[in-house]
């Protein structure tokens, strides 16, 4: 089985300017395919998951779960657009 390595980062939106937050997590960052990872963001008005494997692969939830099915390295991004 080939691994799966998750980076996740988190982009936070205010009047046009990139910031870097704090406190979001996955329930795991490496394992074997298929992957099953629940992220968690802190609290915001507004959420806009990327996963990081595929234009579809998105989410609004606060705390989404994905599962990555195919071997290989993501970055996960969360854009907050308080």
Not at 62 to 76: D, K, L
């Amino acid at each position: 089985m080939k691994k799966i390595s998750i980076y996740i980062l988190t982009i936070f939106f205010l009047f046009g300017a990139n910031y870097t937050v704090s406190g979001q997590t996955a329930s795991t960052t490496a394992g074997c395919a298929e992957l099953k990872v629940d992220f968690t963001a802190p609290d915001a008005t507004s959420y806009f998951w990327r996963f990081g494997d595929g234009a579809a692969s998105v989410s609004t939830l606060q705390n989404p779960e994905h599962s990555y099915v195919q071997p290989g390295t993501y970055t996960a991004q969360l854009f907050d657009q308080e």
